[in-house]
């Protein structure tokens, strides 16, 4: 009775649907279209229009790819189509399952994994296979995640199997169940939702009528009322949904009110049922004719009786297959009602056609009655148990070797450890040997440096006497005139070569030999005045080679504490670097600014001269540079200039850096702490 009135009241594929919508769930953009088409036949099949439902989802076949899981829910509502057609409805089914061969789909996609078990499960109840459908039910039921539609919709079918059992009240507590896990289910169209809410409510009832329990019964169909009404509130649901479920629990509540013996009340509901206009597609007006004619019967109204009988069985006539219990139901009252007219012989021929069709019944599902639920699910978890505990064995076992592997190799570990802690202790005597060793050389190399230095400022020094002696002697025989040309110019050559090797011993004495540990006394000092004597005092030597220098600055002073002959020759070599190595007619910009925002001072000095090659930038500050090369006039270079600028800005806590390229020319950057 149960499954016959969801069938009978509730569209097959609303079921389905139910079944089928988390299918929807992990599908990519690219199956956005199909997911629409599938959503379109589902309302078909809610507002009864299963042929059209079935031609769209026929169309859509040659679109679905077989690699797509949305194939499962091609497969799983051709099986429900064909439910009179077992080995079709089969092979479909099988269809869906072989989709999750491959266990990594099945992961994938557990949704869809769990919809194509419950369709299984629900054609081996089909074939009275119960022990087997219970099966495939728990396999689902172990892989949902968490309570919900899917829990709801599980539930409900292992209701069914206890309402067909006649337990009733296990049934009643299943569909609460299934009834609070499936009433909110995002993923539901608002008419899908009120059909299981509804749906729900009433077979509750119904079960609890059954379990002899009207007063659970009753509240629950007066809930199924409620519903009902609240859904002809909203406007989105049309009169087709209300109106059947209307008339399904008028109709019940007739029977629950016979039943109870208010014979008032219950012609009352049924009377409304039969009233309520609805176009009459599988019987759905049999049960509330029949009621009212037993109401007739028994309260000698045999007039009124035979026209619900005439009704009943017009209609039974017409919708005979779906509507076996109306047909024994049918024989049953008629029976009665010849008994009543003293036509015992033929009430006799209807009751043995009643005791047949009860009998065939009641083989058929026989079956189902020697089927423990309760053991058959106890024994299913204890084989799962089993499974679980041979599984934790497993993984027992391979710890055990991971754990014993893991201990060998610690205790390797330990003993190198201990032979590398024993090397380490006799490397470090040894390091720390060493090192005592290392500082005492570094120390005399130190004091030898000193000595070095010391020795070598004392030649420099005496180098400039003889030096000088003999560049004042050129200097006179250059003014002698019984020489000769050849002669001159070796003098000159000689004259020139003296210059430029005291100038080279006075660099040396200022910056290489010099005390680099010396302390530098710094005075408070307008930068920008010192920067521009600096570009004054050497335009004269850039007017040499039609040279012009820019100074760039604003109008206020730059104070900063400095050592003043010290950063004097810092600018001095950076600007005469500019002009030895510009062209000539060249411009050289000079200019200074204050960077308030981080309180730095930053200088620069630009030409556009030769710049410097790449593979000469990273060796331009070193002292002796290989980098050094001659300025554009064959000026010579001593390569010591950039390196003495260098020390003299980091002993100011500054830094100096340039950029350069080739042919281009170079700017020189200087950036001192305010």
Not at 123 to 136: E, G
Not at 151 to 170: C, E, H, P, S, V
Not at 344 to 349: L, R
Not at 503 to 530: H, T, V
Request: net charge neutral; with cysteine.
């Amino acid at each position: 009775m149960f499954r016959l009135l969801i069938s009978k009241y509730l569209p097959v594929y609303l079921i389905i649907s139910i079944l089928l919508t988390a299918c929807f769930n992990q599908q990519n953009d690219n199956s956005k279209v199909l997911k629409k088409r599938f959503a379109e036949i589902d309302s078909l099949i809610i507002a009864g229009k299963s042929d059209s439902a079935i031609l769209l989802l026929n169309k859509l076949r040659p679109k679905i790819k077989n690699t797509d899981p949305l194939i499962c829910t091609y497969y799983n509502f051709q099986a429900q189509h064909n439910q009179d057609n077992l080995q079709l409805m089969q092979i479909y089914a099988d269809s869906s399952i072989t989709f999750f061969a491959d266990t990594d789909k099945a992961k994938q996609y557990p949704d869809a994994y769990i919809n194509a078990l419950l369709v299984e499960g629900d054609i081996s109840m089909k074939k009275k296979k119960f022990d087997t459908a219970l099966d495939y039910y728990y396999k689902s039921k172990r892989l949902i995640s968490a309570a919900g539609c899917e829990d709801g919709t599980l539930a409900g079918k292992i209701a069914n199997i206890y309402y067909q059992q006649k337990n009733y009240r296990l049934a009643a507590q299943c569909l609460i169940e299934s009834y609070r896990h499936l009433q909110y289910c995002a993923q539901f169209t608002q008419q899908k939702t009120f059909f299981i809410r509804q749906g729900q409510l009433n077979n509750i009832a119904i079960a609890y009528q059954r379990a002899g329990m009207p007063d659970s019964a009753l509240y629950y169909y007066n809930e199924d009322v409620r519903c009902i009404d609240k859904a002809e509130e909203n406007p989105n649901l049309g009169e087709f949904y209300t109106r059947s479920a209307r008339i399904v629990v008028y109709d019940n509540l007739g029977g629950l009110y016979l039943k109870t013996g208010d014979l008032v009340k219950a012609e009352d509901y049924l009377l409304k049922c039969i009233a309520i206009p609805n176009k009459d597609v599988d019987g759905v007006h049999i049960p509330p004719y029949l009621k009212l004619a037993e109401i007739y019967l028994n309260t000698n109204r045999y007039k009124k009786a035979i026209e619900m009988f005439a009704k009943s069985r017009a209609l039974l006539d017409k919708y005979k297959k779906d509507n076996p219990d109306s047909e024994i139901n049918w024989n049953r009252l008629y029976a009665l009602y010849l008994f009543k007219q003293h036509q015992p012989d033929k009430a006799y021929q209807y009751e043995s056609v009643y005791v047949h069709l009860k009998d065939s019944v009641e083989s058929s599902v026989a079956q189902i009655y020697r089927f423990d639920v309760d053991h058959e699910l106890r024994a299913i978890k204890q084989q799962q148990m089993l499974a679980e505990i041979k599984r934790q064995d497993s993984v027992k076992m391979i710890y055990l070797i991971g754990i014993s592997i893991a201990g060998m190799l610690l205790l390797v570990i330990i003993v190198l450890i201990n032979r590398n802690l024993k090397q380490s202790r006799k490397n470090y005597h040894i390091i720390t040997l060493q090192n005592e060793q290392l500082q005492t050389t570094l120390a005399e190399l130190e004091r030898a440096n000193k000595n070095y230095i010391r020795i070598m400022r004392v030649m420099a020094h005496d180098l400039r006497n003889p030096l000088s002696g003999m560049i004042g002697l050129a200097t006179v025989l250059l003014d002698e005139d019984e020489f000769s040309e050849d002669s001159k110019h070796m003098l000159q050559l000689i004259e020139t070569t003296g210059v430029h090797s005291i100038e080279m011993i006075n660099e040396l004495l200022k910056s290489g030999l010099a005390d680099e540990n010396e302390a530098i006394a710094k005075q408070n000092l307008d930068l920008k005045a010192l920067l521009h004597d600096s570009v004054e005092l050497l335009q004269f030597k850039a007017n040499e080679k039609n040279q012009q220098i820019i100074f760039e600055a604003d109008d206020q002073p730059v104070m900063t504490e400095v050592n003043h002959e010290k950063i004097w020759r810092v600018f001095n070599n950076l600007i005469v670097n500019a002009i030895k190595f510009s062209y000539e007619n060249g411009v050289i910009k000079v200019g200074i600014k204050r960077n308030t925002n981080d309180r730095h001072i930053l200088v620069w000095v630009a030409d556009n001269g030769m710049g410097i090659p790449d593979k000469d930038k990273d060796s331009i500050f070193e002292m002796f540079t290989a980098a050094k090369k001659n300025g554009t006039n064959g000026e010579q270079p001593f390569g010591l200039g950039l390196s003495i600028s260098k020390k003299i800005i980091e002993k100011h806590n500054g830094r100096i850096w340039f950029e350069s390229e080739a042919g281009k020319g170079t700017i020189f950057y200087i950036e001192l702490p305010v």
